[in-house]
C-alpha cells in the first residue's frame, strides 16, 4: 500500500532562489492539496486540484506560488525568488473524491521542510 | 473569529489511562465534516477519526472515540488506554462545504500529547 510521497524531504535554499517541490498522491486518489506548516501551527490551505483542474487557491497562494497537476496524478508547487518568510513544511495530501456524503478524507505526506537563509 | 479551537497547548497522561482532547468548532453550515490528526515528531499527519455533521452516533475507531456535541458545536477526541506511542501532537480539522464546495481542511492550532510511563 503505497501512501502519500513527497520529495525532496528537505531543502535549504538562499533568498531570492526558486525552488520546486513535488507530490505523488495515492494512485487512484482524484483530488490532491497543498498546505503550508510553521512551526507551532497547524496546515493552512494552499491549493486543491481534482484530476488536473486547480478548482480552488488561498490567499496564502501568492503570485510568487504557482502549482500544477498536468496529468491528473503528480504535482509540483514551485516558489519563486523565496524569502526567509516561506519557510515552513509544505504538505500535500490526496483524497478519493467520491461526492455525496463520503468523508473524502484527506491523507497526508511526509511533508518537505523548507529553509530558506 | 477562529474555525477551530483547540485550548489545550500541552496535555499529560499516564499510560493506560484515558485522556480527552478538545476541540470546538464555528461554521454556519449545516453539512460539515470534522476529523482528527495525530502528528508525531517525524512531521507526518496520521488521520484518525472522522465525524459527520449529520451522523447521529459518535464516531469510533478502536482506542480513538469522538465526543461530538452538536448544539455546543464541540468535537472532542477521547483516547482510552493511553500509549507511550500516543506521544504527538493533535490536530482537529472542519470541513466545511460552504457556498463554493470547499474542500479544504481548517486546522486548530493543535494540541501537544504526552504519555508518561
Known amino acids: 500500500d503505497t501512501g502519500v510521497s513527497q520529495n525532496p524531504r528537505h531543502k535549504i535554499t538562499k533568498r531570492g532562489q526558486n525552488v520546486t517541490f513535488r507530490c505523488d498522491p495515492i494512485?487512484?486518489?482524484?483530488?490532491l492539496y497543498w498546505y503550508r506548516q510553521t512551526l507551532g501551527q497547524g496546515p493552512e490551505f494552499l491549493t486543491y486540484?481534482?484530476?488536473?483542474?486547480?478548482?480552488?487557491k488561498s490567499r496564502l497562494l501568492s503570485d510568487r506560488f504557482s502549482a500544477e497537476r498536468p496529468k491528473g496524478s503528480f504535482s509540483t508547487l514551485e516558489i519563486q525568488r523565496t524569502e526567509q518568510g516561506d519557510s515552513a513544511m509544505y504538505l500535500c495530501?490526496?483524497?478519493?473524491?467520491?461526492?455525496?456524503?463520503?468523508?473524502?478524507?484527506?491523507?497526508f505526506g511526509p511533508g518537505t521542510r523548507l529553509t530558506v537563509l | 473569529a477562529q474555525k477551530i479551537t483547540q485550548t489545550q497547548p500541552g496535555m499529560f497522561v499516564q499510560e493506560k489511562e484515558a485522556v480527552t482532547l478538545d476541540c470546538t468548532y464555528d461554521?454556519?453550515?449545516?453539512?460539515?465534516?470534522l476529523f482528527w490528526y495525530k502528528q508525531p515528531s517525524s512531521g507526518e499527519m496520521i488521520f484518525l477519526i472522522y465525524?459527520?455533521?449529520?451522523?447521529?452516533q459518535n464516531a469510533t475507531e478502536g482506542r480513538y472515540s469522538l465526543n461530538f456535541q452538536k448544539a455546543r458545536k464541540s468535537a472532542n477526541l477521547v483516547i482510552s488506554a493511553s500509549q507511550l506511542g500516543d506521544s504527538a501532537m493533535y490536530f482537529c480539522?472542519?470541513?466545511?462545504?460552504?457556498?463554493?464546495?470547499?474542500?479544504?481542511?481548517?486546522f486548530g492550532s493543535g494540541t501537544r500529547l504526552q504519555v508518561q510511563p
Open positions: 495530501a490526496s483524497s478519493l473524491g467520491l461526492g455525496g456524503r463520503s468523508t473524502d478524507t484527506q491523507y
Open positions: 494512485s487512484e486518489h482524484n483530488r
Open positions: 486540484f481534482q484530476n488536473e483542474a486547480q478548482l480552488e
Open positions: 461554521t454556519s453550515d449545516q453539512s460539515y465534516g
Open positions: 465525524q459527520g455533521s449529520y451522523d447521529e
Open positions: 480539522a472542519m470541513r466545511e462545504k460552504g457556498d463554493m464546495g470547499r474542500r479544504a481542511l481548517t
